[in-house]
């Protein structure tokens, strides 16, 4: 499939700010797979950066496609198995790994129904979850054959799926007692515009809930070494111009740093090892490897809005709030 695209130069660390010898190249990211034998493969290539700083990797510069739906505007047949709507309860559930709906639960002190937005909600699985747990749920969803699908899992509750990417939604300000964002900071162009943008809609003391690839996940070391064995240059993080459109990766310094940026605190984090995403007979060598290093593929991290003191001034007296 052909794209077309704008190169936008980025002269510093979307997530902490840092610029100049603060950002360290990597290499390269080919509008392909690298396969094995990247030094054989052609094609348009960007710079693949990384923040000293942050850890955060990204492209430079970076490729903006002329609309958003060369990449996102999927049918539900395209995106989807033909057996999904059957079988998508299941679920996986890896080791260690966050149980987001309990440590909500426990957070929550009001007497109503906790009130989540999920940003980048796509058919409103992991929405039927929070659902079915109790919670006032809504979604965020640019895609409107996914929204439309919601309503398979989320009966009547899928009007309240909104239809319109997070730039252009509105809702007001401290409205959401807990905000989620699975698998979706990666693929927008500003996660620090929409960590500020979620912010606003969370009440202070709130919780954000997100999942992103960890920068440091083990089998892209492994892949980007075996590269360098070749005399490539290229390597395998991200995909900015080919599937999945991964335009990021993040360290845990990315959200601390982003925190003194943004007015939040990171209130909780972990590191999950779903895949090796190798051959059988590696994942056996490499999986082990990842679990003693902490280097999995996926970063969870829940965010907490910082509580805001209210100071009313009476009689020349000022009380806190």
Partial sequence: MKYTYTFIQVNSCNMCGASGLSQKKMGRRMNCSNGLYARNKTGISTTVMKCRKCGLIYSNPMPIPQSISQHYNLSFSEYYPEDFLEHADEGLIYPKELKFIDIF?????????????????????????????????????????????????????????????????????????????????????????????????????????????????????????????????????????????????????????????????VFRQNIVNTSSHLPKLLDLV????????????????????????VRAVKGGEENQQ
């Avoid at 082990?288 to 805001?308: A, S, T």
């Fill in 105 to 265: 639960l426990e957070h929550h002190t009001g007497s109503l129904k906790p009130r989540i937005l999920d940003i980048g909600a796509g058919v409103g699985i992991t929405l039927k979850k929070y659902q079915t747990a109790g919670f006032d749920i809504h979604g965020l969803e640019p895609n409107e054959q996914f929204c439309n699908e919601s309503r398979h899992f989320l009966g009547d509750d899928s009007l309240k799926m909104n239809c319109t990417p997070f730039e252009g939604a509105e809702y007001p300000d401290g409205y959401f007692d807990f905000i989620i964002s699975f698998n979706v900071l990666e693929h927008v162009y500003d996660p620090d515009e929409l960590i500020r943008t979620a912010l606003k809609w969370l009440k202070p003391g709130g919780l954000f809930g997100i999942v992103v690839p960890y920068s440091e996940w083990f089998t892209a070391k492994l892949m980007n070494a075996f590269y360098r064995m070749q005399l490539s240059d290229c390597v395998t993080n991200i995909s900015p111009m080919h599937d999945p459109f991964h335009l990021y990766e993040f360290g845990k310094k990315s959200f601390a740093l982003n925190a003194v940026k943004n007015g939040y605190s």
């Fill in 286 to 309: 490499v999986n082990p490897i990842m679990n003693l290093c902490k280097m999995g593929l996926r970063l969870e991290i829940i965010i907490q809005k910082e509580l805001q003191t």
